[in-house]
């Protein structure tokens, strides 16, 4: 998946369904999405790569607004330009929003009833265990050498015990560390 | 305060929020309940209840909901197109630039770095998850605690176990179906335990 071209007008109902699927299924958002679009987008059509899935995380982590629209945006533009992430993110917001007008004209308070509260921590049980599978697949693609495994531990560590500490601000310093870092030879993309 | 205005309030509020979901919230909290009153903050802490247990984004699912309380369907189409507008040019403009200059051998040694990085996050989210299913406490609490040892939610500890027998192997159940399950089995053990 080089530069997206107009045979690729096909892939546009394609991303709708994904996001719209995505955004419907998912509570919560946000990291919750990697393991569907991992699914969809690298395993089934292979459209994108680890590596592109992974500089799509980190973009959007350092950008202001809500993560699943911006997920949809950048992953959209990459795989179908501005049309594709103009989809997506189309896609991303129907479901929320149908399902908060149905609930607002529905209810006129609000509360949790138990057995729905009890269905949604054994959610976050199965999006947990989907997670840690996606970072083990990416663990495996890009923990080769002592430098980035130097740097997945201490941003992990970072993030679990300090979480106030801003993502962008641990992603610019990872950043500037690769810089004086520099990749090894073996390991440079081909250029095409 | 008319839909333009609203539209503009939850525009800045997608503007200077930065990562996302619950990160937003304070920043919700500051100017809808505070500022401007739109809501109590009884309403406000169970609409972020109900965001949790709602498909889809929390501050997505905030910014209808507190835009249709305010003014009905243009409401919730204000506060939703204002919250996502932001995004919708910088994120936008940050895949041009990045798709042009991500062959860029220095790019490409940020990225080594930032690569790295970025699933430290991710295997972070990993720990929060859990945090909020298997285990029914703070698990970091056990370094500063050493008394406390974190209950643990029998329900979520077996759904979790069994997402991931059911992901590991060649043949996946996917995560849409897992989910979905996961959903049915937890109604279904609540009734038990």
Redesign the interface.
């Known amino acids: 998946m080089e530069?997206p071209t107009s045979s690729d007008r096909p892939r546009l109902p394609v991303l709708f369904g994904v996001f719209f699927?995505i955004?419907?299924?998912?509570?919560?958002?946000?990291?919750t999405m990697?393991?569907?679009m991992e699914?969809e987008f690298l395993e089934k059509r292979r459209w994108l790569t680890e590596?592109d899935m992974?500089?799509t995380?980190?973009?959007?982590?350092?950008?202001?607004?809500?993560?699943?629209?911006?997920m949809a945006?950048?992953m959209g533009?990459?795989m179908a330009k501005?049309p594709g992430?103009i989809v997506s993110?189309i896609a991303?917001?129907i479901?929320?929003?149908l399902?908060?007008?149905i609930?607002?004209?529905c209810f006129s308070?609000?509360?949790?009833q138990?057995?729905?509260?009890?269905?949604?921590?054994?959610?976050?049980?199965?999006?947990?265990?989907?997670?840690?599978?996606?970072?083990v697949k990416?663990?495996k693609k890009?923990?080769k050498r002592a430098?980035?495994?130097a740097?997945?531990?201490?941003?992990?560590?970072?993030?679990?015990?300090f979480?106030q500490v801003?993502?962008?601000l641990?992603?610019a310093?990872?950043?500037?560390?690769?810089?004086i870092?520099?990749?090894p030879e073996e390991?440079?993309?081909p250029?095409? | 305060m008319n839909a333009f205005m609203l539209y503009l309030l939850f525009a800045k509020i997608g503007l200077f929020t930065f990562g996302g979901g619950y990160a937003m919230i304070p920043l919700f909290q500051d100017e809808l309940v505070e500022r401007h009153a739109f809501i109590s903050p009884e309403e406000f802490a169970n609409m972020v209840a109900l965001a949790q247990v709602t498909p889809g984004p929390v501050g997505l699912n905030a910014a209808t909901y507190i835009g249709y309380r305010q003014m009905g369907l243009t409401g919730a189409l204000a506060g939703t197109l204002g919250v996502i507008t932001p995004s919708l040019v910088l994120v936008t403009l940050a895949a041009v630039f990045f798709l042009a200059f991500r062959k860029n051998r220095r790019i490409q040694d940020i990225l080594y770095g930032i690569r790295p990085a970025t699933l430290g996050l991710i295997a972070a989210a990993v720990i929060f998850f859990a945090e909020s299913s298997v285990f029914t406490e703070k698990l970091r609490g056990l370094w500063s605690d050493s008394a406390a040892c974190p209950g643990i939610s029998w329900p979520s500890l077996l759904v979790f176990l069994i997402a991931l027998a059911v992901n590991a192997g060649p043949k996946k159940a996917g995560p849409v179906a897992t989910l979905l399950g996961a959903a049915i089995l937890g109604g279904v053990l609540s009734l038990f335990f």
């Open positions: 530069t699927k955004s419907a299924v998912t509570v919560g958002g946000g990291l990697i393991p569907v699914r590596e992974i500089d995380v980190a973009l959007v982590q350092s950008m202001p607004g809500v993560i699943a629209v911006n945006l950048m533009y990459r501005l992430a993110a991303v917001v479901p929320p929003f399902a908060i007008l609930v607002a004209s308070s609000i509360s949790g138990e057995t729905v509260s009890a269905a949604f921590r054994t959610v976050r049980a199965a999006v947990c265990a989907l997670i840690l599978l996606s970072a990416m663990g890009l923990l430098f980035p495994i740097v997945a531990v201490c941003a992990f560590l970072v993030f679990v015990f979480p801003n993502a962008a641990v992603i310093l990872a950043g500037a560390a690769g810089w870092v520099r990749t390991e440079e993309t250029r095409s």
